[in-house]
């Protein structure tokens, strides 16, 4: 967690965080699951894996419909990226935030505090603390913290009901897209009209 923040810090006071996220978070996710499979973990029990497949059905159609929210979402952000920098933002939220924190979160740091022994929940309430300290840095207020924190307790369930982090990772990705597709983004200055 430390080692993200700092990272992700040096990149905002430099001007390329999106950069460093898009390439830092998931390359933190592939170093922990290498060093996970060094430690005899495979990579099913680290949540790379298909969804199991007798999820219940509203669970599977909500990961559908948010699946093609966010595959709609990040192909305008494909088409837009030499345009502008959303379309650097919509690419970044996908790779580097949805997918990579997720992997580390939900796949590699869940893994090891499952390995350590610690009780069901004593590891979701440590994933829910480090994942909102994740966001801490350059937060605003309370809730840039608090919030995160919150949305970790439905990424885990989700990680544990479907014993994959896709299902989170498409979660997470499709809520965090609506940020960068927003009225904001979209008006920075207000609608005028």
Same mark, same amino acid.
């Given at each position: 967690?430390?080692?993200g923040n700092?990272? $992700?810090? $040096?990149?905002?006071r430099v001007g390329h965080d999106q950069w460093i996220t898009l390439v830092g978070v998931p390359l933190f996710g592939a170093a922990g699951w290498w060093w996970l499979q060094r430690r005899g973990c495979t990579r099913r029990a680290i949540g790379l894996r298909w969804p199991r497949p007798d999820l219940p059905r509203p669970l599977v159609i909500l990961t559908g419909a948010a699946a093609v929210v966010a595959g709609v979402l990040t192909a305008a952000g494909l088409a837009t990226a030499g345009q502008d920098r959303r379309g650097l933002r919509t690419v970044r939220t996908v790779v580097g935030t949805a997918f990579g924190e997720e992997l580390v979160h939900r796949g590699v740091l869940?893994? $090891?505090w499952a390995m350590s022994g610690a009780s069901t929940g004593t590891t979701v309430a440590a994933n829910a603390v480090v994942f909102?300290?994740?966001h801490a840095t350059g937060a605003d207020h309370a809730g840039e913290v608090a919030g995160p924190a919150l949305a970790a307790l439905t990424l885990v369930w989700l990680r544990l009901r479907s014993r994959s982090i896709l299902v989170p990772a498409v979660f997470h990705a499709a809520t965090n897209l609506g940020g960068v597709f927003s009225a904001r983004e979209a008006f920075p200055a207000g609608p005028t009209g």
């Open positions: 967690m430390l080692w700092g990272l $992700v810090a $040096v990149g905002r869940l893994t $090891v909102g300290l994740w």
